[in-house]
């Protein structure tokens, strides 16, 4: 054998070592790139919840704008109940703003970047109607504490709320208006998905006449154009529709500076003391529907942690919302899917009431009826108040130095 035939030997053998080192390589690529596509599918359609480490659940909920209230209210109501349930909870926070941009950039965040078993949130019905189809397609549990619009109830399996729609407050908001003895009513409403569902029942299930319907942008502070036609329309009562403390405030300081008589019904939106503050004289009488404000222990210890501060909206909903989670956890489930199926199984009793979700994810829910004076919301004994909440009731007015002579019909 000569020498050019020894070389071309040894270059073969040398591209024949080359070719199984490559072939070796690439065996290696794929078995990393299949790993790691069933790592992913897992973390998105499995997303196993190990022994030992943290339920990872995102909120996303309002924390600046004209909702942060609602927002921080809710968060208050969820951090209590990590420190209550007792589970190792991580919970990761993302300001949604009460819009559906933010919510969507927030619920892909949540899902995509942190891997959270599941999500509490929004409270905008908007929000949340926005948020929910990439919650549904990703499999992953968001339950709301806030969010009413009647439209939620078939927004997916993967859909759950811990507050009632507007189909059960709406109908009961327009019997008492009924009830009161008042027959020409005005609707004025949030033109948004909220607004929209709630004057759309109240409308629908008012026994009386309704003689003027009017909208306006949610955080709008003008307010006149709509109240003038409210007056001139000779209302006997107004049913303000708002998850905007800013156009809630405005709008009950306008129908003051406008003259009108009407009694003044509200939304659960306006139960909050940033709106009786914020109105002042213009607030006080005003009679407003609302969901449950929790029970007498969470009400104490609310007070405890938050020196003195009474619960705001939605925060006892924002309790159950964790809870429900944490129980479904507790009770077995180790996947998202698996969350899902435990809460459509679940009843327990909630600190805002009985959680028993339908097949769409619903709850039922009680109401209460509240009447602002000395801009304190008073509970109307008549409409579920029990003997406890009067007796916390007593106390928060001692501690305002005001006397109000709770009777058992504070707005007949």
């Known amino acids: 054998m000569d020498k050019d035939e020894k070389k071309n030997g040894k270059e073969d053998k040398n591209l024949a070592r080359s070719w199984i080192w490559i072939i070796i390589l690439g065996v290696v690529i794929l078995g990393v790139a299949f790993f790691l596509s069933r790592s992913e599918f897992s973390s998105i359609n499995g997303n196993v919840i190990s022994e030992g480490s943290p339920l990872k659940v995102g909120v996303m909920v309002p924390l600046s704008g004209d909702a942060a209230s609602y927002g921080l ?67 992953v549990v968001m339950v709301s504490p806030a969010s009413t619009s009647p439209e939620i109830t078939n927004a997916g399996d993967y859909i759950f709320r811990t507050v009632p729609s507007d189909a059960l407050q709406g109908a009961f908001g327009a019997q008492l208006v009924f009830d009161k003895g008042y027959e020409k009513l005005a609707i004025l409403y949030s033109n948004e998905d909220y607004g929209l569902g709630f004057s759309q029942v109240l409308e629908d299930s008012f026994e009386g006449e309704i003689i003027a ?22 209302s006997d009562a107004i049913y303000i529709i708002s998850n905007s403390p800013d156009s809630a405030v405005a709008a009950l300081k306008q129908i003051k500076q406008l003259g009108i008589k009407a009694q003044i019904f509200g939304s659960e939106g306006l139960k909050s003391q940033d709106i009786a503050d914020g109105a002042g004289d213009a607030a006080n009488g005003m009679i407003l529907t609302s969901v449950s404000s929790g029970s007498t222990p969470f009400f104490k210890t609310h007070r405890r942690i938050y020196d003195r501060e009474s619960p705001g909206p939605f925060a006892p909903q ?56 000395a801009n304190t919301f008073v509970p109307v004994v008549e409409y579920g108040a029990t003997p406890e909440i009067i007796e916390e009731l007593d106390i928060l007015l001692s501690e305002l130095n005001v006397s109000l002579n709770v009777s058992p019909n504070l707005s007949g």
């Open 73 to 139: 209210s809710v968060q208050k109501g969820i951090e209590i109940a990590k420190q209550e349930l007792g589970m190792n909870v991580e919970l990761i926070y993302e300001d949604s703003k009460c819009e559906g941009r933010d919510a969507v950039t927030a619920v892909n965040k949540l899902i995509s970047v942190d891997k959270v078993h599941a999500i509490i949130g929004e409270l905008c019905s908007g929000a949340t109607l926005a948020a929910a189809p990439i919650a549904e397609e990703a499999g």
């Open 318 to 373: 924002g309790y159950d919302a964790l809870q429900a989670i944490v129980l479904a956890v507790e009770r077995g489930a180790k996947k998202r899917e698996e969350i899902k199926d435990k809460l459509y199984e679940m009843e327990f009793d909630g600190i805002s009431g009985k959680i028993d979700f339908d097949l769409k994810g619903d709850v039922s829910g009680n109401y209460e009826v509240y009447e602002v004076r």
């Open 213 to 234: 319907n009017e909208a306006f942008e949610r955080g709008a502070t003008d307010l006149r154009a709509q109240l003038t036609k409210i007056k001139n329309a000779n």
